[in-house]
Nanobody, 121 residues
């Protein structure tokens, strides 16, 4: 199995910055992609950004130019740098790993526990 542990959420004023971290532990055989999702109250979970195994990154239009995904391969940690935060960025943020893990023989999705990000106006 794999564990994804997030940290770095909190309360920030509009225009501020936060950096989220997601540390992965466990037996990971292959990674298709790493990403960050978010879910605001009353809304569906949405993809914020992801990075494929080939290094390609994708971003939600509303965060382009403000958010940056990165990865420290040596430490199995993924980051989300969030700048110029807006109140509409308020949500619970989840890190995601899509790959083959542990005894599972197929590609599957694995999730962190979520971390709250609140942006005040």
């Amino acid at each position: 199995q794999v564990q994804l542990v997030e940290s770095g959420g909190g309360l920030v004023q509009a225009g501020g910055s936060l950096r989220l971290s997601c540390a992965a532990s466990g037996t990971i055989f292959s990674i298709n992609s790493l990403g960050w999702y978010r879910q605001a109250p009353g809304k569906q979970r949405e993809l914020v950004t992801n990075m494929t195994s080939g290094g390609r990154t994708n971003y939600l239009d509303s965060v382009k130019g403000r958010f940056t995904i990165s990865r420290d391969n040596g430490k199995n940690i993924m980051y989300l740098q969030m700048n110029s935060l807006k109140p509409e960025d308020t949500a619970v943020y989840y890190c995601n790993l899509r790959g083959i893990v542990g005894r599972n023989k197929i590609v599957d999705d694995y999730w962190g526990q979520g971390t709250q990000v609140t942006v005040s106006s």
